[in-house]
């Protein structure tokens, strides 16, 4: 994956993650991505953020609300999060360039995360294919 183009030289996320008002650390370090998705890994513990817009985008600001994307965030401690339940992510598409702004959006657990809640904010620059 080349980490040129567009003028954007960087691949990079600034997320911040609470599940039931707790900081998790996410600091990943792998990142891939097409029209259609991202998806953010921290190699060091095996978490990740995957997003499916539920859609392919094309060239422009899009404005997704919480019923119009799916979330697939495994934390450190190995709970499943799928279940959007509020919130919102601004993607604005230049070339192949995708950048993500993640506004309150929460996701109930699911499966080993069941009855637990994360809270997704930040942003994310990512060069997909």
Do not use: W
């Given at each position: ?7 954007t ?25 097409s ?24 060239q422009g ?11 697939d ?26 950048m ?26 990512i060069?997909v294919?």
């Amino acid at each position: 994956m080349s980490n040129v183009c567009n003028s954007t030289t960087t691949v990079e996320a600034n997320i911040s993650v609470r599940i039931d008002g707790q900081d998790q650390g996410f600091f990943p370090n792998q990142f891939s991505g097409s029209s259609s998705g991202v998806k953010l890994v921290a190699s060091s513990d095996t978490t990740h953020l995957e997003i499916d817009y539920g859609q392919s985008l094309g060239q422009g600001t899009h404005n997704l609300t919480h019923t119009q994307f799916q979330i697939d965030y495994l934390d450190p401690a190995g709970r499943t999060f799928t279940h959007p339940v509020a919130g919102t992510i601004q993607v604005k598409v230049v070339g192949n360039v995708h950048m993500g702004t993640l506004t309150g959006v929460k996701v109930d657990g699911t499966g080993s995360g069941a009855g637990a809640q994360a809270l997704l904010s930040g942003t994310y620059v990512i060069i997909v294919s």
